[in-house]
């Protein structure tokens, strides 16, 4: 079991952190919650987190075709959500002595990461 005054006593960086050593741990939701003084359905919710970003690390090599692809599809997912219509394309293929492969490389029209107003989607509704 992982230790309760480790927890109580602010040892681990972040909730997330407690959360994830006790899974590691096996406890189940409900012992969780009561050892961290939450609500099951705020343990339910880290636990959600926890996993979203275990799937992202699972990905293909971005400099793959396949890749790059999952990476295009990402970054134009993202925007749309928030209202932004952004341009992105992949780019290379060929093979290079670096990398002794083919790499493909994904570009944007992002500035600094963020997009420009002028991608911001129109609502016609208005």
Not at 42 to 51: E, F, K, L, Y
Not at 103 to 124: H, Q, T, W, Y
Request: glycine residues 8%; contains cysteine; hydrophobic residues 35%.
């Amino acid at each position: 079991m992982p230790d309760h005054n480790a927890i109580a006593c602010g040892h681990y960086p972040s909730r997330r952190a407690a959360v994830r050593a006790m899974l590691d741990e096996g406890m189940q939701t409900e012992a969780i919650a009561s050892a961290l003084g939450i609500a099951p359905g705020h343990v339910t919710r880290i636990i959600g987190q926890i996993n979203a970003r275990e799937r992202d690390r699972q990905t293909v090599d971005l400099f793959s075709c396949e890749g790059a692809r999952q990476l295009k599809h990402r970054l134009e997912s993202y925007w749309r959500e928030r209202g932004y219509q952004i341009t992105v394309e992949i780019t290379g293929g060929q093979f290079t002595d670096d990398t002794r492969g083919a790499r493909f490389d994904v570009r944007s029209d992002l500035v600094n990461g963020l997009p420009l107003e002028s991608a911001r989607i129109k609502n016609e509704a208005a």
